[in-house]
Nanobody, 114 residues
Framework: QVQLVESGGGLVQPGGSLRLSCAAS????????MRWYRQAPGKERELVAY????????IYADSVKGRFTISRDNAKNTVFLQMSSLKPEDTAVYYC???????WGQGTQVTVSS
């Protein structure tokens, strides 16, 4: 069956870094564009980053541009989100999303706090 399993979240101090991973299975991963979203308490889910199926095209929300990098390894069916210079306002549950299937992962919590 289709699975998207996020990992790599946790507690980090402001200015720190984290790398999120999303392992995909059960569908042709290399054929699907992928997105990372996040949802903070009391707020709507927002798009953070997008990568096309080949990995050659990326788009970022203005709030994370220059700090976050999305990438993928199609040989390992995994998409990544490298997050640097983290701010308290980056605190949220982060979800990966398979565009081809309109399918969400379960999310991973990122908390930025001193």
């Amino acid at each position: 069956q289709v699975q998207l399993v996020e990992s790599g979240g946790g507690l980090v101090q402001p200015g720190g870094s984290l790398r999120l991973s999303c392992a995909a299975s059960g569908f042709p991963f290399s054929s699907s564009a992928m997105r990372w979203y996040r949802q903070a308490p009391g707020k709507e889910r927002e798009l953070v980053a997008y990568i096309n199926s080949a990995g050659g095209s990326t788009i970022y929300a203005d709030s994370v541009k220059g700090r976050f990098t999305i990438s993928r390894d199609n040989a390992k069916n995994t998409v990544f989100l490298q997050m640097s210079s983290l701010k308290p306002e980056d605190t949220a549950v982060y979800y990966c999303y398979a565009v081809l299937l309109v399918y969400w992962g379960q999310g991973t919590q990122v908390t930025v706090s001193s």
